[in-house]
């Protein structure tokens, strides 16, 4: 077996201290199922966003993390920026957490990290060992408590995808089209394939977060590439990988390969008040993830509402059954509106019950694993936030409210008071070009048009704001700044009850 004597460190973690391992200890894919010791086992919990991957919605920021981290940088200079980032990391997730989230009946953590923790653009293909501080850190709690990880590649050198999640600022997906890009990532995961191979905690290695690559074959080349070098490392591991199209998409996959778990991500689109604005498509790809992140559809749980989510999961996992394997849905969740929100007691109850229905189609599949989406934010989806009491929600309370009316973030966002500004402009460039109702990805067209407000909306206008949400932290101190990162801290975060009870629910019912 890995030898890993479970000691504690100074830090009160679990240390390895010898680097032998033997791989039936590690967790294998069997036949349609994961197994650990030749015993099915089905993986249930979280995903820890907003972390090592920030996002904007998740903490407060607009526009892409590296933005928000250079204007940080230039207010509050290299010394009080290492200082509130590097407490930020360590209060975000603490042994609180782990204990509670072990109580929950959960088993395994997804841990999204952004490539800049391992390598700067300015010093390419050198890996930063001491990015691995707040990984291992995590890791180890993790084993400390019996609680399985999934390293999580949420965001590439280049942007594997067209979105703020994989830290893009612009509406192209560039790590497909340089070899640089690609080379970049190829190294850093042959770096943490060295550090993590003797690890029988870490479940695997989930390479890359949902990806968007529209011919399918550089991303099946990649897929090859990955592979090769990781597995020349560490042979053990299991490989997770999510479907093109965000995570939806597995027209382009061939064989399997060996030792694989393949992951759909399955938001549902049903999950607001709002009136159904929804182009109509006889596409399955678009008809599919169009109940994806930003819902329209009021969900009433009739049996076409139950109808339209159980297709959703059906039609994302047929690659996964087609080849007897098993199923891991990497992300679901809905946003949640705040208590001083119009209708939030209504909207939340549709969106709480439209989850429940989610996980109970779940529990049909005998050998689907989830980890929902996520662990700790603001307040959007999280099962804990940040008090609204504390001094971080408090300093950017204001600026919150700003940019949601600005609707600079993509998820969790009513933006149909800039209809009157948009779709008018929408129509006019798909009068223009026909074509951009239909261009890739396609489930940007729809009837408002994603891809005019991702460029004008996320990107232009997000990134003018971010000097404003810099300017917040001007002459904080090193007290002041620790008391702002510690907000995030479990032991001052606010539990979604509701939510609590229906997740610790259905874990203890899976085995």
Not at 148 to 172: E, M, V
Request: glycine share 6%; hydrophobic share 35%.
């Amino acid at each position: 077996m890995t030898i890993e004597t479970s000691i504690l460190n100074g830090n009160g973690n679990v240390g390895l201290t010898e680097k032998t391992s033997r791989s039936a200890d590690f967790l294998k894919v069997q036949g349609s199922n994961i197994t650990l010791h030749g015993q099915p086992i089905i993986l249930k919990g979280a995903c820890l966003g907003g972390w090592m991957c920030m996002e904007n919605f998740m903490t407060g920021y607009p526009a892409q993390e590296h933005q928000m981290r250079a204007a940080l940088l230039k207010v509050l200079g290299p010394q009080k920026y290492d200082y509130f980032f590097d407490k930020f990391l360590e209060y975000f997730f603490t042994e609180s957490d782990v204990q509670y989230y072990k109580s929950l009946g959960f088993n395994v953590l997804r841990v999204g990290f952004n490539y800049h923790h391992f390598e700067d653009d300015m010093n390419p293909r050198v890996f930063k060992a001491e990015g691995l501080k707040h990984l291992d850190r995590v890791v180890n709690l993790c084993a400390k408590y019996g609680i399985y990880s999934i390293l999580d590649f949420h965001a590439l050198p280049g942007g594997q995808n067209t979105d703020w999640h994989s830290d893009n600022p612009t509406d192209k997906a560039l790590f497909w089209v340089h070899k640089d890009f690609q080379d970049r990532a190829v190294i850093i995961w042959e770096h943490l394939a060295e550090h993590f191979k003797h690890n029988t905690w870490v479940a695997g290695y989930n390479v890359w977060n949902e990806p968007v690559e529209e011919s399918g074959e550089i991303l099946v080349k990649m897929m090859d590439r990955f592979t090769n070098a990781i597995r020349a490392i560490d042979p053990n591991h299991i490989l997770f990988w999510d479907g093109n199209g965000f995570g939806s998409d597995f027209r382009q996959f061939r064989e399997p390969i060996p030792n694989s778990v393949y992951a759909c991500h399955d938001y549902s689109r049903q999950v607001t008040l709002l009136p159904t604005t929804r182009s109509i498509t006889t596409d399955p790809y678009v008809q599919s993830y169009s109940m994806g992140v930003i819902g329209t559809d009021k969900f009433n749980g009739t049996e076409q509402d139950l109808a339209k989510l159980a297709k959703s999961i059906h039609w994302k996992t047929e690659y996964q059954r087609s080849i007897n394997g098993p199923i891991w849905n990497g992300e679901f969740g809905v946003g949640y509106l705040s208590e001083d929100e119009p209708n939030h007691i209504e909207v939340n109850d549709q969106r709480y019950s439209l989850l429940m229905e989610q996980i109970k189609l779940y529990s049909t599949y005998p050998n689907l694993s989830w980890t929902i989406w996520s662990w700790k934010d603001v307040g959007s989806c999280g099962v804990v936030y940040a008090d609204p009491d504390s001094p971080y929600m408090l300093l950017v309370k204001d600026f919150l409210k700003k940019k949601q009316l600005a609707a600079v973030d993509s998820f969790n966002v009513d933006s149909t008071h800039l209809d009157y500004l948009f779709k008018p402009m929408w129509e006019w460039l798909c009068d223009v070009a026909p074509s951009m109702r239909t261009r890739y990805p396609k489930i940007f067209g729809g009837t408002r048009g994603k891809h005019l407000w991702r460029p004008v909306r996320m990107c232009l206008l997000a990134e003018e704001l971010v000097p404003e949400y810099a300017s917040l932290f001007e002459g904080k101190s090193f007290e002041e700044l620790d008391a702002l990162a510690k907000s995030f801290h479990f032991d001052n975060c606010v539990k979604r009850e509701r939510l609590v009870d229906m997740l610790r629910n259905f874990a203890s019912k899976q085995s």
